[in-house]
């Protein structure tokens, strides 16, 4: 309650990606206080990994590797790491970030800011091998790539980083890149998925997809997945739909583009999972994400068949103690 308080009458009023610098600055300085701190909840056993519980912190919040130790703490079971891309890149002018609070949702059109493959690669080797929760790498395509060149990027960043990542993920579904959705085409996945996957030294390898795709395309995915043995895919990413919001029509215009995630993608990412799970059969590893809130909310997703849950916006909103409610109120 108090970092509710805090946020709705404090945080609210800074913007938003200051905000979100100050507070991971914080996470990192309390990581030697609360490392000794025991993960919270059941392990949970899926892709040949040990997953300390069955929630994670999906990618974008720690996009350069800097943190992982310190969000475990928080109680995370994993951390995915990124988008990195094959050439660091500032991303899209700011401000880019933005709070729509009566939704408890965010817009981003961040556009992939990071430090890329060769530095996050170096940094993660200083870090070395230690213990903590399991450690995604999440890549996407750099913006300077053209379309026709995505392959050979998606294969610098996998060689790069998958010494280093418990599994990989192929971002095909950030609206914030041109023609990156393009990608989710399965004539145009099926070569990076192959060629990733040639790279990632037997590791697990998941694709992100969006929640926009039509059920057809959803189910195209599957196939396609099962077709060349992915471990998994993760469901879903950001929206660019603006439906149903209680934000004023007004202040969304003016935000502007970018991709939508937090409770307003509640119903439709649990759409997504459960076409997901009916096509896949039980055996497929499902990473359900996208407006989990609650404990009502994640057990409805595992009920769907999730096998994993993450999630980002509701962490911002509810704070640090969020993680550790949400594993204990999920295993219960």
Known sequence: MIYRTLFDHGLTRT???????????????????TRLRRTPGTPVHAMGLTF?????????FDKNAVGIDGLGALGFGHVEIGTVTGEGQPGNPQPRLFRLTEDRAVVNRMGFNNDGAEVVAARLRARGRRPGPILGINIGKSKVVPEDDAVRDYEKSARLL??????????????????????QA?????????????????????VKIAPDLADDDVLDVADLALAIGL???IATNTTISRDGLRTPSSKVEEIGAGG???????????EVLRLLRGRVGPNLCLIGVGGITTIADARARLDAGATL??????FIYEGPSWPRRIVRGASG
């Open 15 to 33: 913007d938003a990606e200051r905000a979100h610098r100050t507070a991971f600055r914080a996470i990192r300085a309390a990581r030697p206080v």
């Open 52 to 60: 300390p519980n069955v929630l994670g912190l999906a990618a974008g």
């Open 162 to 183: 998958t010494p280093y990542a418990d599994y990989l993920v192929v971002n095909v579904s950030s609206p914030n890149t041109p023609g990156l959705r393009n990608l």
């Open 186 to 206: 399965v004539e145009k996945l099926e070569p990076i998925l192959t060629s990733v996957q040639r790279l990632a030294l037997g590791k697990p390898l998941l």
């Open 231 to 233: 471990d998994g895919i």
């Open 260 to 270: 939508l995630s937090g409770r307003p993608l509640t119903d439709r990412s649990l």
């Open 309 to 314: 849950l993450q999630g980002y916006t509701a």
